[in-house]
């Protein structure tokens, strides 16, 4: 691998990580975003939900911008929206000001989220290994240390705004800086071909899929199943684990605060760890396992008969959901070579789609019949994942056998390639 290949690596690692816990610091806060904007219980609703639909916009207008701007060029000006969004939050005191700091923000994170994935997509075709899990991984450090810093901020009950300039401040001129080095998909694939791996057979086999009418939906449609039900998964955990921990396993309040930093923690080694796997087992073997883990997470959730029990749950829901995603993101990325980005921006939206769906679907499920049955909701969706997990091999197993087929570009490159 080059220097540049590297710089590129560790630039666009700090800018998941960066995005982590800045988006940590906002929905760990929205107790105290609520209070010092007045903001009702029968409004806040539409507030949070204003997010992931304007990012699922922001998403969508990636999608054209990408046929005439860089990914990297897109990712440079995004992120310091979403910091300088992050700071108006803190830093109003009308509704008003409040919708127009989310309203940036949720468009900036569509575009954010899209282009940071791009690149990561095209960064692992010219390492010609798994990667994507490295770079999720970082995310989840990140929303680790952003969520760390906010119990600061309200333990120390410091204003939204003093709590988040500091953050702001280190940032922002960092992910600057560090944009200078991101690596753009042809400019990856170049080098990928310097280096003797292939990656203009890739790109060419694309090209002219992209230019004859490029994304066929029905083939991205799986994976954007995955994406949705992966979403589900991870919204009910971040949304009603304390709930759930207090009000229908009997745990005190302290301790419910911890099964999200436990999901989170986990998601951080799961992640770790999972590009060897990927690269040992294969991308279907390790979807299967995680969306199995995940199942077995949610089960035990649903039939815990206290606290610690549940705790255990979670702890398994963090191992198994942590793989879906970022996998998802890599299929794409090797279904269609020749137009990654349109297909990453595509698929992109259903990770908002998934969060809209996941909480109020538990919400409702639980009102309605109760919250233990309310989990066996996402641990059935979790399971359908079995059935997809062929769209996450190399080539579709045409061959009848079971067997995983590389892509031409594939060939030569050693056990370590994906």
Same mark, same amino acid.
């Given at each position: 691998m080059t220097d540049v290949l590297r710089r590129g690596r560790a630039s666009l690692a700090f800018s998941f990580f960066a995005q982590g816990a800045?988006?940590?610091l906002l929905v760990t806060r929205i107790p105290a975003i609520q209070d010092r904007y007045g903001v009702s219980d029968a409004l806040l609703p539409a507030f949070l939900a204003a997010v992931p639909i304007l990012a699922g916009v922001g998403? /969508?207008?990636t999608?054209? &911008? !990408?046929?005439? $701007?860089r990914p990297s060029r897109l990712l440079r000006w995004s992120q310091p929206v979403v910091l300088l969004a992050l700071l108006g939050v803190g830093s109003g005191d009308r509704l008003v000001e409040l919708a127009v700091a989310l309203g940036a923000f949720g468009l900036a994170v569509g575009a954010l989220d899209a282009s940071m994935n791009m690149l990561g997509v095209s960064l692992q075709r010219a390492y010609g290994r798994s990667i994507m899990l490295g770079f999720h991984a970082t995310?989840? *450090?990140?929303? $680790? /240390?952003?969520a760390s810093l906010a119990w600061v901020g309200a333990h120390w009950h410091l204003s939204l705004f003093v709590s988040y300039l500091p953050v702001v *401040? /280190? &940032?922002l001129p960092a992910a600057f800086v560090g944009s200078r080095w991101y690596v753009d998909g042809d400019a990856a694939s170049g080098l990928e071909a310097d280096a003797g791996t292939g990656g203009v057979v890739d790109a060419a086999a694309g090209k002219g899929q992209a230019e004859s009418g490029a994304l066929v939906f029905r083939l991205l449609l799986p994976l954007c199943l995955v994406m949705t039900f992966a979403y589900i998964g991870d919204s009910t955990v971040s949304n009603w684990s304390a709930k759930y921990l207090q009000d229908v396993l009997g745990s005190s309040e302290q301790l419910a605060t911890v099964p999200y930093n436990v999901y989170m923690v986990m998601t951080l080694v799961g992640r770790a760890v999972g590009d060897f796997g990927v690269r040992r087992f294969g991308a279907v073997a390790v979807v299967r396992l995680g969306a199995v883990v995940a199942a077995l997470g949610f089960a035990v959730v649903a039939v815990a008969p206290g606290a610690w029990v549940g705790m255990l749950g979670f702890t398994l829901l963090g191992l198994g959901l942590?793989? &879906? !995603?970022?996998?998802?993101?890599?299929?794409?990325?090797r279904l269609f070579p020749g137009a990654s980005d349109a297909a990453i921006a595509r698929l992109n939206i259903f990770n908002y789609v998934g969060f809209l769906i996941g909480s109020p679907l538990v919400g409702a499920l639980g009102d309605a019949w109760n919250y233990r049955g309310a989990m066996l909701v996402p641990m059935v969706l979790v399971l359908a994942t079995l059935g997809y997990a062929r769209s996450f091999a190399p080539e579709p197993d045409r061959y009848g056998d079971g067997h995983e087929r590389p892509r031409t570009a594939d060939v030569?490159?050693?056990?370590?390639g994906l």
């Open positions: 800045t988006f940590a998403s /969508v207008t999608e054209q &911008l !990408v046929k005439r $701007i995310y989840s *450090l990140g929303g $680790i /240390v952003g *401040l /280190v &940032l942590c793989v &879906l !995603v970022p996998q998802t993101f890599a299929a794409a990325g030569g490159r050693g056990s370590n």
